[in-house]
């Protein structure tokens, strides 16, 4: 090879790799994400008279208050939720009380049905091994968002103030969206 085809192919090498080089630095650059987006009612009056230093400090509290409204949403989620009392579809007359919390994408749940003697009186009627309770999460305008299948076999069961059996009830956890749990408003339960 002549030293003139060598020195291109050297330059178009050396481009090449300075090129590479510069794409590292530049992608290793992170750009901190916007802390607060501006409202009409704030930020753009104060910034039109002028008065940056008292926008930026409404920009701060706007963002603080937005963090710990975050966090208290949370925090409500991790408090138990006692929900209203249900009916058991399919099992008539038949009581559900369920209880719930959520924190680290997981469900707890608490769950009982009652009186054992519909339940008793049902289950010798056909199979128990397929058998078992449906839980529905529901939205406000009564949309699913999670379904939870509870075998019966899972549960145990548990005594009034008599010491009589009066129920079974499971205490489990799932894994679940924050979101599915933080807009669930109404539950269902259904026998199958």
């Known amino acids: 090879m002549d030293d003139d085809v060598l020195g291109k192919i050297l330059s178009y090498l050396v481009v090449l790799v300075l090129g590479l080089v510069a794409g590292i630095i530049i992608g290793s650059m992170r750009v901190p994400p916007p802390t607060h987006i501006p409202t009409p009612h704030s930020d753009f009056r104060l910034l039109e008279s002028g008065n940056s230093d008292q926008a930026e400090k409404v920009n701060e509290n706007q963002h603080a208050a937005s963090v710990v409204s975050s966090s208290k949403e949370t925090a409500d989620l991790f408090e138990k939720k006692n929900w209203p009392q249900g009916r058991v579809a399919n099992l008539t007359p038949t009581f559900a009380n369920l209880s719930t919390s959520w924190r680290d994408r997981t469900l707890y ?84």
Do not use: C
Request: charged share 25%.
């Open 109 to 192: 749940y608490h769950f009982k049905v009652f009186p054992d003697t519909v339940l008793q009186r049902h289950l010798k009627s056909g199979k128990t091994s397929s058998s078992g309770f449906t839980i529905r999460l529901l939205d406000r305008n009564r949309f699913l968002l999670h379904t939870i299948f509870i075998p019966y076999y899972r549960m145990s069961s548990f005594r009034n103030e008599r010491m009589d059996l009066n129920g079974l009830e499971v205490n489990e956890s799932i894994p679940l969206q924050k979101e599915d749990y933080r807009f669930a408003a109404f539950w269902e339960v259904e026998w199958e």
